[in-house]
Structures are given as structure tokens and as C-alpha cells.
């Protein structure tokens, strides 16, 4: 498609095209376009340079997968199917990142971060967060705080990484590290809970199992009693009648036998005071910052600067090129006419209604 030299008002552009014509407006205003690219750069630049740099360090551990829930899921697996463990007493399952994860998003963690004490490359004395972060309420404070940490979890390896992000490198590792610190206190806290909590189901379970063992081996008697012969009878029925009864005394048997371990192993959770995340790696002081990449986004502003200028020239060359001044005019025309219609019709709709509302009064 061509434009005529009326239509370009230039007769020495009559032969060119579309194309032609943007690219020879780029060099005729191509000072214009350094001009405008250097603007603003200088202005993404100033913008950067304000940016303050922000700091992440990160501790690495591993989670101990012996929570209570976990040893009754066990005991569970390895007897028979019964009525000891049903699927409404038995806790859900989980992995222990999702359990950490629950724990790392409650507030009684956020809490007691917030509460604890910090040092910073600024300040000489140890602060709360709520100074640090110059936010006195409680609420907003935890909002603050969530948006300056992280935990993520590796599925293959099950390492966990908690991570702290501040624009100080100081007040970054040691909010790592107290993160870590909390969230395995945290841990130690609610398993103690647990199995004090799993203490008394077991024990309640042992009276249960014990009365259930005491009546199988009262069935078996009883029915040993009235069949003498079943060592030396041929009778399958009663064979398997005798096996059936043996098989509940010992299946009763074992369970109690799982159910004390399973006490041992509780009263030993709730009397132990060691660490329950395994620390792999402390979060160190960051050398190099971790936001903002300067350069990244000062070159992305010069190329979105130029291309911002280019796109300009060629939309403005294109309007003129498929919309020339005859048909801007005519579609400015049946702008005006279309109004010009649609403002009778609005007054005839007036009048009519004026005209009802008359014959109904």
C-alpha cells in the first residue's frame, strides 16, 4: 500500500513505503529519540540508586520425623485390621515439612520472633523487631515480619531452608537463626504436648486391649473346656474353631506388646530435652546484596526506553498512513452524525414519555 502525495503532503515520499517512511522519520528525529533514551535512563538510574539494598541469609536443617502421630500410624500398619485404631481416632498423617510449615505460619511463632532481641549493623543495642521494623502493632507487625521470611522445603533431599530478608546483613542472620531457633522450640513444645496427649490415649487403649484379652482367653477356656477332645478329634470344624480362639489370644497379645512400646517410646519424647531440627548450615552475615539487581534493571529501562520511542514513531505513522486526512474527516462526520441521531432519538423517547405520563395523571 502506497500513499499518494496529497495524502503525504510530501511529494518526494509518494513512493515509499509504510516501512520506508518510519524509518526515515527515525533518522530525521533520531536526536529526539537519544535525547528521550537518555532521560530516561538517567531516571531509572536515580530511581535504582535509591532502592536500598536488601540482604538474605538462610539456615539450612532437617527435620526428625518421630512425631507421635507417626508411631501410632505405624502401630496401625503392623496388626491386624481392628477396632483399636479407627480412622476418627487416629491423627492425619503428614509429612514433617507440612507440620513445620503449620508451625512456621502460627502466630505464637511470629510472636516469639517478634519479641526476641536483635542486633544490627545500625544500632549498637539489641532491639525487638517492633523497633526494628518501626511498627508497634501486633498485627501488622506479624505482616511485616511474613513478608521478610521464608521456608522452603527440598522434596528430594527433605532439607529445609529458612530464610531472612532484611536491608540490613546483620539483623538478616540473626533473624535467621532466631527463626530456627523458635521454630525448633516451637516443635519441642507442641511434641511434648503430643505425647502427653498420647500418653493418656494409650493408656486408655492398654485398659481397653487388656479387657479384650482377658475375654478371649475366658472364650477360649470355656470353649476348650466343653470341647476336650479337640486334640485328639478329627472334626475341621472344630480344628478351626480352636485356631480361630488362639489366633484372638495372640493378635490381643501383640497389641498390648506394640502399645507398651509405644508408651516407652512417648514418656521418653515427653522427659527429653534435646533438639528436634538438626541444624546443617547457620545462616552466616551475607557479603553481597540480594536485591535489587541494578544492572539487570538499568539495562531492561534502555531497552525499554528505546523501544518505547521507536513503537511511538511507528504508531504515529501508521495512524497517518491508514487513516489520511479525507478519511479522518469523513469518519469525524459520521462521529457527528450518529450523535447528532442518537440526540433526536433521546428526545423523542422524552417527549413519549412526557406524553404517557400526562394521559396517566
Not at 531509572?44 to 536443617?61: E, Q, V
Request: charged share 30%; proline share 4%; glycine share 4%.
Amino acid at each position: 500500500m502506497r500513499r499518494s502525495a496529497e495524502e503525504s503532503g510530501s511529494p518526494a515520499r509518494e513512493s515509499f513505503g509504510l516501512l520506508e517512511i518510519c524509518l526515515a522519520d527515525l533518522r530525521v528525529f533520531r536526536r529526539r529519540l537519544y535525547l528521550f533514551t537518555a532521560f530516561a535512563t538517567a531516571a531509572a538510574l536515580a530511581i535504582l540508586l535509591l532502592l536500598p539494598n536488601k540482604y538474605t541469609a538462610a539456615a539450612r536443617f532437617l527435620p526428625q520425623d518421630i512425631t507421635p502421630g507417626n508411631r501410632l500410624a505405624s502401630l496401625a500398619a503392623s496388626v491386624m485390621p481392628s477396632d483399636l485404631l479407627s480412622s476418627s481416632i487416629l491423627p492425619g498423617m503428614k509429612s514433617e515439612g507440612s507440620k513445620l510449615r503449620g508451625l512456621y505460619q502460627s502466630n505464637r511463632f511470629l510472636d516469639a520472633v517478634l519479641k526476641r532481641k536483635y542486633e544490627s549493623r545500625k544500632n549498637n543495642t539489641s532491639q525487638t523487631l517492633y523497633v526494628l521494623f518501626e511498627e508497634p502493632h501486633k498485627e501488622y507487625a506479624r505482616v511485616e515480619l511474613q513478608d521478610r521470611i521464608k521456608l522452603d522445603e527440598d522434596i528430594k533431599s527433605t532439607m529445609m531452608t529458612l530464610a531472612a530478608t532484611t536491608n540490613d546483613p546483620v539483623l538478616s542472620a540473626n533473624l535467621a537463626n532466631a527463626c530456627f531457633e523458635e521454630l525448633d522450640k516451637l516443635k519441642k513444645e507442641m511434641e511434648k504436648e503430643s505425647a502427653a496427649e498420647e500418653l493418656a490415649f494409650l493408656s486408655a487403649q492398654i485398659t481397653k486391649e487388656e479387657e479384650n484379652l482377658k475375654q478371649a482367653e475366658n472364650d477360649q477356656s470355656e470353649y476348650l473346656l466343653k470341647n476336650r477332645n479337640y486334640m485328639t478329634g478329627d472334626d475341621p470344624v472344630l480344628r478351626q474353631k480352636v485356631t480361630e480362639y488362639e489366633a484372638r489370644v495372640i493378635y490381643y497379645s501383640n497389641v498390648l506388646v506394640e502399645l507398651n512400646k509405644l508408651v516407652t517410646m512417648a514418656e521418653m519424647s515427653l522427659n527429653r530435652d534435646v533438639p528436634r531440627l538438626t541444624l546443617v548450615e547457620r545462616a552466616d552475615i551475607p557479603l553481597l546484596k540480594s536485591w535489587p539487581p541494578r544492572l539487570r534493571y538499568l539495562v531492561m529501562s534502555l531497552i525499554g526506553a528505546i523501544l518505547f520511542g521507536v513503537g511511538i514513531v511507528f504508531l504515529l505513522n501508521a495512524y497517518q498512513w491508514y487513516f489520511p486526512s479525507d478519511t479522518r474527516k469523513e469518519f469525524k462526520d459520521s462521529v457527528s452524525v450518529v450523535r447528532s441521531d442518537m440526540a433526536g432519538l433521546i428526545d423523542r423517547l422524552k417527549k413519549r414519555n412526557r406524553s404517557i405520563e400526562r394521559i396517566s395523571s
